[in-house]
T-cell receptor
Framework: EAQVTQNPRYLITVTGKKLTVTCSQNMNHEYMSWYRQDPGLGLRQIYYSMNVEVTDKGDVPEGYKVSRKEKRNFPLILESPSPNQTSLYFC?????????????FGSGTRLTVV | GIQVEQSPPDLILQEGANSTLRCNFSDSVNNLQWFHQNPWGQLINLFYIPSGTKQNGRLSATTVATERYSLLYISSSQTTDSGVYFCAVRRGSQGNLIFGKGTKLSVKP
């Protein structure tokens, strides 16, 4: 089944403890992206990747890192999480970031930083 | 940047009723999608519809790109249709989807 898989689905952590949220897609998509969703602010893009080894900042990149060493994986790294990073996170992928293709979203990761 | 406006913001229906959700966007786009966010937070892709009309069961969507709007029709609504419906568009080559604020639908039994 074609899908975007995020792990974990739920995570509670403490301030400052490094964490990684994994994202993997099995559709051979070039484009991958991370979004966060917050009440009243909607969905906002954190980082995106047009292809392997090509990443760029979205609208809210502060406090996050990403890497794209292989096509299928696009992990989101929080080096020193803070409570304002408590949010619902989504990974998405698309066949291409430069043409009119649809996006597929993962099931989301609900992160709480205490 | 491009603006995406959805209406109505909230909608309450009795089971079996029909509804129309609207999405207006401020500039030409090369990608428009409708998503349903269920009560568990999952974003489900409903339609990829930058132009034209598509149908999938009780749902259908129409995008009139020249007039910069899209409509999502839900017929014979069911309680499982409850949740938030998002319209999202992309313009240009950067790949960033811009989301509207959503329409929160509640279907009562």
């Amino acid at each position: 089944e074609a899908q975007v898989t995020q792990n974990p689905r739920y995570l509670i952590t403490v301030t400052g403890k490094k964490l990684t949220v994994t994202c993997s897609q099995n559709m051979n998509h070039e484009y991958m992206s991370w979004y966060r969703q917050d009440p009243g602010l909607g969905l906002r893009q954190i980082y995106y990747s047009m292809n392997v080894e090509v990443t760029d900042k979205g609208d809210v990149p502060e406090g996050y890192k990403v890497s794209r060493k292989e096509k299928r994986n696009f992990p989101l790294i929080l080096e020193s999480p803070s409570p304002n990073q408590t949010s619902l996170y989504f990974c998405a992928s698309s066949l291409s970031g430069t043409s009119g293709y649809g996006y597929t979203f993962g099931s989301g990761t609900r992160l709480t930083v205490v | 940047g491009i603006q995406v406006e959805q209406s109505p913001p909230d909608l309450i229906l009795q089971e079996g009723a029909n509804s129309t959700l609207r999405c207006n966007f401020s500039d030409s786009v090369n990608n428009l999608q409708w998503f349903h966010q269920n009560p568990w937070g999952q974003l489900i892709n409903l339609f990829y519809i930058p132009s034209g009309t598509k149908q999938n069961g009780r749902l259908s969507a129409t995008t009139v790109a020249t007039e910069r709007y899209s409509l999502l029709y839900i017929s014979s609504s069911q309680t499982t249709d409850s949740g938030v419906y998002f319209c999202a568009v992309r313009r240009g080559s950067q790949g960033n989807l811009i989301f509207g604020k959503g329409t929160k639908l509640s279907v009562k039994p």
